[in-house]
């Protein structure tokens, strides 16, 4: 009998119907439980991928450092990926990442390197830049890298259809990396063209973890524009209110970004009819509870 390694789990992740939360019109809507990768994230489909492809193409051998910026996800998913596979990871990200965040990542054996809340992911981004320019370490740049969206188009978007029966309409994404809707619009519109591909970005003035309106000349080079039918703003107040119907309405523990999502499939279900709706539920809530925003109301 053959088992599994761990890294051959990862994916094929359950498919679930809302039961509580209404999306009127006789609409469906369906949450993509992610969190249930084993490094907790829908990140743990590229961070494979990455490093994968990169070993395939003889880019990078077990036992070399890797560096990259992130603002968490990827970075565990990463630092999970490395451990499995032999490598060592150098992973870069602002220091108002949740605890929980950073100490999963160094749970893994990554190491860690800060730059401040102002700086932010763009100061990650540079910093890591200048490190790999310096010769310490080999980059995998998920910002830039193809195999990135590969991973949704090889994975999430077939699983999409097949658990679907070909009768998804619409989904809705955050977009970070931007990987995800990518990888998974290119599948899904090869398979049906009128499937809707609606895009999730903060609000001015939101800071959501996992979703982000980059300055032009940090947009991730992976990005395509014309694979997203349309572009949602999502406020700050809208996603975690939505999180935390997630947890409280549906038992769903999940991460803001994917209160976003729902608040965003909710506005798409105003406004359409008989529509099978899915979003991704990125990531587990239980990475971002010293954070306060799971805190018992007074």
């Known amino acids: 009998m053959a088992f599994p390694t761990l890294a051959q789990t990862v994916g094929n ?34 961070a494979l ?13 077990p036992g070399d450092t890797l560096i990259e910026a992130t603002s968490g996800n990827t970075g565990i998913a990463l630092a999970m990926a490395a451990a499995v596979m032999g490598y060592q990871m150098v992973l870069i990200m602002p220091d108002n990442a949740s605890s929980e965040r950073k100490q999963a990542m160094a749970a893994y054996g990554a190491r860690l390197i800060g730059v401040s809340k102002e700086a932010g992911m763009e100061g990650a981004r540079d910093l890591a830049d200048e490190m790999i320019a310096r010769g310490e370490g080999k980059p995998l740049n998920q910002f830039a890298n193809p195999d990135n969206p590969l991973a949704h188009y090889r994975t999430t978007g077939p699983e999409l259809w097949e658990q679907t029966a070909g009768r998804i309409t619409h989904f809705v994404s955050a977009m970070g990396t931007t990987g995800t809707i990518m990888g998974t619009s290119r599948y899904l519109k090869e398979r049906n063209p009128s499937i809707q591909i609606v895009g999730l970005q903060p609000a001015d003035g939101a800071s959501i973890a ?18 997203v039918d349309s572009v949602l703003d999502i406020g700050q107040q809208e996603a975690e209110e939505h999180m935390r119907r997630l947890a409280r309405e549906e038992g769903i523990l999940a991460g ?42 007074a």
């Open 49 to 61: 991928s990455m490093l994968r492809e990169a070993e395939a193409r003889g880019d990078i051998s």
């Open 210 to 227: 996992g979703i982000r309106r980059w300055p032009e000349a940090y947009l991730p080079d992976i990005f395509e524009p014309q694979r």
């Open 256 to 297: 803001v970004s994917s209160g976003g999502a729902l608040a965003g499939a909710l506005r798409v279900a105003e406004r359409v009819d008989n529509a099978v709706i899915v979003f991704i539920v990125c990531d587990r809530g239980d990475r971002y509870l010293s954070t306060g925003l799971y805190a018992p109301e």
């Open 13 to 46: 992740t359950p498919l679930v119907r809302l039961a509580r939360i209404s999306a009127g019109r006789d609409n469906t809507i369906l949450a993509k439980l992610e969190g249930n990768n084993p490094a907790g994230s829908v990140k743990d489909r590229p």
